[in-house]
């Protein structure tokens, strides 16, 4: 190393000139499978380089096969959004480089993640009562969220919507539940007049946003049936529980106090880069009684102190709140709902131009920032249209299947 | 913002002081639980504020209540290492801001991935057609490799030291599996003489460097009773298995090409910030099949092309590689063997210390980098003893039990 101000500032340089060029950047990679594996060296060095040459292999080998989700092209899955205090954070973090496996590892760590997590749950309308932190993935925070609703109540079959993201499904089999699909209604919406009976169900699990159509699942009907039928009521708002920092949209999640968890990540359309996945819960002592396990090694004298460590399934945690409250910090709660406005405004305007268009249409309808739509004509002429309009590298769009159609998604 | 060049140049100061300034700070936070949660506002702020406000409070608010792991005098747990170049890659990770959740949402991030873990298993001496790929943490890593296990084998119990880490225990409960604790010998090495039949055994997990004393399962002969009984060899390498890079460390894990899965943490002891976890297995099949779950809306025509998501809990990835690919361009194999020996050279000194010592005693054996010792005399004066080194903020250890009695751990 040259010296860590020097290749600081170097480093700096390089992702300042990033943000600023990747406009001009191809957004979706236009790299075949193995190109970019092929143009690494085979073997590790034998001796250090200078980090300079780090920064010139990522510019010259890695950069033409990064797709680059800060593109303002990028259009696919759901436009997951860091920005500047967020980045900064990031580097603050790794620089302490702390590990709370529990509080004293790093007191600091601990309570900011509480503070920033009960701010959030204000700006999100939330309970503060509730019991929240943060996870890397929304994929974890429901493995979480439905072993602890194992640990609550008896059944071993998780609900969900046919369209519910496929976390759920993966987190139940790791846990060994069962998922039953629920149909959708002609809106994407779980229906609800046949879960009458929840006999064997341990969990349901609601979506407010869901992947395919950010379609809403109705929450409030939905708590009431898990409560009369003592099931879990599990809220995934990955994506669209960031809308919520406007009050206009949380008709969205009406009920949702009385929901046993709730997911929110704020990687997805908060600002904050990957990876920060933000769980809420009701009944802390189910989650805490489902995850907590100290060893003798991480016994210590600080028994009022909460360790986050026995709410989750990971041992070492990074010091993730530092760049969620830097985000906070820096928008405000005024400049996070002028982003969240702005993108949906602009999915509005996205949303008329195919409305408008002769020979296209709206294929689900947009509560949020996510367009479904599609050219008149076969799934495979716009299957066809998809690679061609990804191969441009100029806009980056994914897909979707809805009543059994293939859908463009402009996210 | 003040704009990211400058906000960016603050963040670099603030870095580069305070990885010169943290020997002077008292190493084990100095405050009670309850007391950082309290200096910060009850509210997150209405508008935004700069960033140099977020850099005044990290000093002034948070830095009272972090526990220094960059500090030398960090003796406790495992000292995890992060270095200069992990550092800077974190922070360009960051500026990437990519989510591999599939191959072409990356293709370079992915790449990258396989070719570093290709790369450390050249440096680690294991078989290079093993499948690699990076999790967060051994926590996730293990939970990923005991899937695998149950998805391969018919058993529901997974067999450990009573050493083993508790990950291994969390996992197995999260899974559904039950844990039989094996004794171990007067050197805390898993014994062997019971294990004849493993029926109704899926997996069973051999540490390498337990957290407790570093102790040193049997690789080999269990390697060849798992291959008789049709269970699934897991080795828990997370803290020892970087000490690899070296061959006169390998004796620890001979045999190690006939287990079905490895963990490594790049994290603990090679130089790597948190998190990064190294998994590697014989068998990817079986991991694949456990943790495979492809939604319509991330299908993509790359059909050659490995998701690394599909191995792991996780959906969303975050570029992880990039730091320990930083890592290994800037040390090189003789700069991390360098270190590791370093570190091995000043356990020793400690070692010699206490063996020449009156009135203090070694309690175990000292493979690598950890030493367990105790001042004669009671447990509790023991603890007392731990507690008012780590109250004076010069030095931070942590203990363990041994044979039921109270050992300090120096790492």
């Known amino acids: 190393m040259t010296g860590f101000r020097e290749d600081g500032a170097a480093a700096l340089e390089w992702a300042a000139s990033y943000l600023e060029r990747v406009r001009e950047l191809p957004v979706l990679a236009q790299v075949e ?20 040459a780090v920064l010139r292999d990522l510019d010259e080998v890695l950069l033409p096969g990064i797709t680059h989700w800060q593109h303002p ?10 920005s500047e205090p967020g980045i900064l954070a990031e580097f603050l973090a790794a620089t302490l480089n702390v590990a709370q496996i529990l509080w004293r590892a790093s007191p600091a760590a601990t309570e900011l993640e509480l503070v920033t997590m009960d701010w959030l749950a204000q700006l999100l309308g939330l309970p503060r009562e509730w019991h929240g932190h943060i996870e890397d993935t929304a994929s974890t925070s429901t493995l979480a969220a439905l072993a602890a609703a194992r640990q609550a109540f008896p059944g071993r ?45 341990c969990a349901l699990v609601a979506t407010v946003g869901t992947t395919s159509s950010t379609a809403v699942d109705p929450v409030a ?20 529980g960031s809308a919520m920092v406007c009050p206009e949209f949380r008709w969205a999640w009406e009920g949702i106090e009385r929901a046993d968890s709730v997911v929110v990540n704020p990687h ?15 009944r802390p002592d189910d989650l805490h009684t489902a995850m907590t396990l100290v060893p003798e090694y991480l016994r210590s004298s600080d028994e009022d102190a909460l360790n986050l460590s026995e709410y989750g399934p990971a041992l070492g945690r990074r010091f ?16 996070l709902q002028e982003r969240i406005r702005e993108a949906v405004r602009l999915a509005e305007v996205f949303e008329g131009w195919v409305r408008n268009e002769p020979g296209w249409e709206l294929v689900a309808p947009r509560p949020f920032s996510v367009v479904c739509f599609r050219r008149e004509g076969s799934d495979e002429a716009n299957a ?8 441009s590298g100029e806009a980056f769009l994914s897909h979707t299947a809805l009543d059994g159609r293939y859908v463009l998604r402009l996210a």
């Open 33 to 52: 499978p193995g190109e970019i594996r092929r143009a690494l060296p085979d073997s590790p060095p034998e001796v250090g380089e200078s980090f300079s």
């Open 73 to 82: 092209g990028f259009f696919a899955y759901f436009a997951t959004t860091g």
């Open 157 to 201: 079959v998780v609900l969900c919507s046919e369209h519910a993201h496929s976390s759920v499904e993966k987190a139940a089999r790791l846990l060994g539940l069962a998922v039953q699909k629920v149909p959708a209604d002609s809106e994407f919406r779980m229906r609800t007049d046949d879960l009458r009976d929840l006999e064997g169900a």
């Open 221 to 240: 009907e939905l708590a009431e049936i898990c409560e009369r039928e003592h099931v879990w009521l599990h809220v995934d708002a990955a994506y669209a």
């Open 268 to 282: 997805k359309w908060l600002l904050t880069p990957v990876d920060c996945s933000a769980l809420w819960t009701r």
């Open 320 to 335: 993730r709140s530092l760049k969620l409250w830097a985000v906070l910090r820096c928008y405000g709660r005024v400049g």
């Open 384 to 391: 066809d249209l998809l690679e061609r309009v990804n191969a």
